[in-house]
């Protein structure tokens, strides 16, 4: 006895994969810096300038993945950043995480590094910098820094991923090495990119590329995916998808 499915058992069988392998599960907002400052999850909540004139970089060199990054010039008296149509924000108990390549500008001022955050307070941002507390840190909604990650900033792109499990700790990778876990509350609020400090001095002065922002705490395989530019399992699973489409048609 041979079973014959429909189309649509098909579809509704490789859509319930999609939903349940897809590694952007829980995916808030996904900024790729190709063209534009638009938010590529679905959720729409796309980016605006709030002062200064970024742009998106098409020179080479200046991107990691997609051919465009987007380029903020900061100086002392200047600076360069952009709002969430939806501020995003995270509780004690909430996991997430964030992903992302960075690469400063050769010769920048050493504080300028401001990656994401708010930048209506002194609290809430992720930051790179060099020789002013060298390294990643990240501060929680209470102004605590709840990690610092020394490095020696070389001004070439690393990929950095910080993640909070929900359970009073965060934790970090670079160029999809581990760094470590640090004990913290990782309450945060994310309202802009390229700033996220009330000083001119802190905003980012370079690029930025393949910005990610999850509602969980993404595992080492997701990590992984994100420092190689692997397409999502959803991606797979929607061709796998067509080629099944193609088949029954011709088997009709």
């Known amino acids: 006895m041979t079973m014959k499915l429909s189309l649509a058992t098909l579809v509704a069988f490789f859509a319930l994969i999609v939903s349940a392998t897809s590694a952007h599960a829980g995916l808030l907002a996904y900024y790729p810096f190709d063209n534009d400052f638009n938010d590529a999850s679905g959720n729409n909540n796309h980016l605006t300038v709030v002062t200064g004139m970024p742009t998106i970089s098409n020179t ?18 200047n600076e360069e950043y952009l709002a969430l149509t939806n501020p995003i924000t995270f509780g004690a108990s909430d996991p997430w995480s964030v992903a992302f390549w960075v690469g400063r500008r050769p010769g920048t001022d050493d504080r300028s590094g401001m990656v994401i955050g708010n930048a209506d307070n002194n609290a809430d941002f992720i930051w790179v910098s060099m020789g002013h507390h060298e390294g990643l840190r990240f501060r929680n909604s209470g102004s605590t820094d709840a990690a610092e990650y020394p490095f020696n900033d070389d001004n070439q792109w690393q990929h950095w991923v910080v993640i909070a499990d929900g359970a009073g700790n965060v934790e970090g990778y670079r160029d999809n090495n581990y760094l470590g876990s640090v004990a913290n509350i990782t309450t945060f609020s994310i309202s802009h990119v390229a700033q996220a400090y009330a000083n001119t001095i802190q905003s980012m002065d370079g690029q930025i590329d393949e910005l990610y922002i999850f509602d969980h705490a993404i595992d080492t395989t997701a990590v992984a995916n994100l420092h190689n530019n692997v397409p999502e399992p959803a991606t797979f699973a929607l061709l796998g998808l067509g080629g099944l489409v193609a088949i029954y048609r011709r088997s009709r």
């Open 60 to 77: 080479a060199d200046e991107y990691v993945y997609g051919g465009g990054a987007l380029d903020a010039d900061s100086t002392t008296s």
